[in-house]
């Protein structure tokens, strides 16, 4: 989690990342090398963007790899997710992984 400090008062929100240890090794024993990234926008009191990657296993059903909650979406948080994301799940696969987003459509 991160947070920017505020002069006059308590640590603003900035992003979180979640990635528990059973999705990830889900997704490498069980799952295509397909990622599909989207960011949606989170309605309730605090607002914010939620990043989230996800696979699919061999039942065709979807499989939550990670998310995160970002203040913005934009480059920054993106490469940050996407920098995180690779240092959990690292490079096993022969041929690499293969992504889609939201913006492929």
């Not at 989170?42 to 061999?58: E, P």
Request: proline letters at 5%; aromatic letters at 16%; charged letters at 20%.
């Amino acid at each position: 989690m991160e947070s920017t400090p505020q002069p006059d008062g308590p640590p603003q929100f900035r992003r979180i990342y979640i990635c528990f240890d059973g999705y990830k090794k889900g997704f490498k024993e069980g799952c295509r090398p397909l990622i599909g990234l989207d960011g949606a926008f989170l309605k309730g009191y605090y607002g914010g963007i939620l990043l989230s990657a996800v696979g699919q296993d061999s039942n065709n059903h979807i499989w939550v790899i990670a998310y995160a909650v970002v203040d913005v979406e934009n480059k920054e948080n993106w490469t940050w997710f996407l920098d995180l994301l690779h240092n959990d799940l690292g490079n096993h696969v022969q041929y690499g992984w293969n992504f889609i987003s939201d913006m492929q459509k």
